[in-house]
């Protein structure tokens, strides 16, 4: 019997929920918070309110915290202190996280510059980062970009880009009840292991997951709306496929595993895959196949 999950239409009010409002509020300064203006850069600890939008942004040292109160960032935002908090603002030029830990943003949005082709939101040689409620809509080619990152949430998210996230070299982060969309790729990791996908909506061209050289990942209760392959496995092992739900365009399959070994696919929900639901090549061995029956 297919056990095919209903959360879609849920996943897809998470999407628009991620959408902040973001209306400048009336400022109420604490004796401690400080404005920022002009183009800002946040070289001591403390906390810190924005009253307008800024020309940029750069955050330098550690132990801060910024209410956007709802505006924008119109330049570029560079962090690079831990234990820095960013909440309710608008990165409109999106942003840089290096050489930091214990980055959180929430409730907040990215949006990509449409002529600048770098990609928009990138967290590198950084780690125990969060990210909630926040939506990334990016124009550009590449949306999210994780480079040697470990042990990162988003949650609640929405991201939007014609490549939408892509991991490298990146391990034990976290991806629970977000929505990837595009028209083109939706997420890629290469040399990266141990990440968690579970609970996320995947709705564009695909496919959905590409893994190259990755292992121990796991994917769990996600839902794959796709035109040409739920996941596609290359020389990657060892990945947990559990309770996922498929649907795909014409001549397309659910998962293909090439050159990989011992993963497991367990109770997945494939019986809207046009066309074979597993396919295993270039000496593939070893995996476990006990899919949902249709």
Same mark, same amino acid.
């Given at each position: 019997?297919?056990?095919?999950?209903?959360?879609?239409?849920?996943?897809?009010?998470?999407?628009?929920?991620?959408?902040?409002?973001?209306?400048?509020?009336?400022?109420?300064?604490?004796?401690?918070?400080?404005?920022?203006?002009?183009?800002?850069?946040?070289?001591?600890?403390?906390?810190?309110?924005?009253?307008?939008?800024?020309?940029?942004?750069?955050?330098?040292?550690?132990?801060?915290?910024?209410?956007?109160?709802?505006?924008?960032?119109?330049?570029?935002?560079?962090?690079?202190?831990?234990?820095?908090?960013?909440?309710?603002?608008?990165?409109?030029?999106?942003?840089?996280?290096?050489?930091?830990?214990?980055?959180?943003?929430?409730?907040?949005?990215?949006?990509?510059?449409?002529?600048?082709?770098?990609?928009?939101?990138?967290?590198?040689?950084?780690?125990?980062?969060?990210?909630?409620?926040?939506?990334?809509?990016?124009?550009?080619?590449?949306?999210?970009?994780?480079?040697?990152?470990?042990?990162? =949430?988003?949650?609640?998210? %929405?991201?939007?880009?014609?490549?939408?996230? +892509? @991991?490298? /070299? #990146? &391990? !034990? *982060?976290?991806?629970?009840?977000?929505?990837?969309?595009?028209?083109?790729?939706?997420?890629?990791?290469?040399?990266?292991?141990?990440?968690?996908?579970?609970?996320?909506?995947?709705?564009?061209?695909?496919?959905?997951?590409?893994?190259?050289?990755?292992?121990?990942?796991?994917?769990?209760?996600?839902?794959?709306?796709?035109?040409?392959?739920?996941?596609?496995?290359?020389?990657?092992?060892?990945?947990?496929?559990? =309770?996922?739900?498929?649907? %795909?365009?014409?001549?397309?399959?659910?998962? +293909? @595993?090439? /050159? #990989? &070994? !011992? *993963?497991?696919?367990?109770?997945?929900?494939?019986?809207?895959?046009?066309?074979?639901?597993?396919?295993?090549?270039?000496?593939?061995?070893?995996?476990?196949?006990?899919?949902?029956?249709?």
């Amino acid at each position: 019997m297919s056990t095919r999950l209903t959360r879609r239409e849920t996943l897809r009010g998470l999407g628009l929920a991620a959408l902040p409002a973001l209306t400048p509020g009336v400022l109420q300064l604490r004796t401690d918070e400080e404005v920022l203006s002009g183009c800002a850069s946040v070289t001591e600890p403390g906390n810190y309110v924005l009253d307008g939008n800024l020309d940029c942004l750069e955050v330098l040292a550690d132990d801060v915290r910024i209410d956007g109160r709802g505006y924008a960032v119109v330049g570029e935002t560079t962090i690079s202190g831990s234990r820095v908090s960013i909440a309710d603002i608008v990165l409109t030029k999106g942003g840089r996280i290096t050489d930091s830990s214990r980055v959180s943003i929430a409730d907040s949005r990215v949006v990509g510059h449409p002529d600048d082709w770098r990609p928009q939101f990138v967290v590198a040689d950084s780690s125990r980062c969060a990210v909630t409620n926040t939506s990334f809509f990016t124009p550009s080619v590449e949306g999210v970009i994780l480079d040697r990152v470990e042990r990162t =949430r988003f949650e609640s998210c %929405t991201l939007i880009s014609p490549v939408v996230l +892509t @991991l490298a /070299d #990146s &391990h !034990r *982060n976290e991806f629970v009840d977000c929505e990837f969309r595009t028209d083109t790729i939706q997420v890629l990791l290469y040399g990266s292991t141990q990440n968690s996908f579970q609970r996320n909506l995947v709705d564009g061209e695909g496919p959905g997951f590409n893994l190259r050289d990755s292992h121990r990942n796991r994917f769990v209760e996600n839902e794959v709306d796709i035109i040409i392959a739920g996941f596609e496995l290359v020389g990657s092992d060892r990945n947990a496929i559990h =309770r996922n739900v498929v649907t %795909t365009g014409l001549l397309a399959h659910g998962v +293909t @595993l090439e /050159d #990989s &070994h !011992r *993963n497991r696919l367990i109770q997945n929900d494939l019986c809207g895959v046009s066309q074979q639901p597993v396919v295993e090549s270039g000496g593939s061995t070893g995996n476990t196949v006990r899919n949902a029956r249709c």
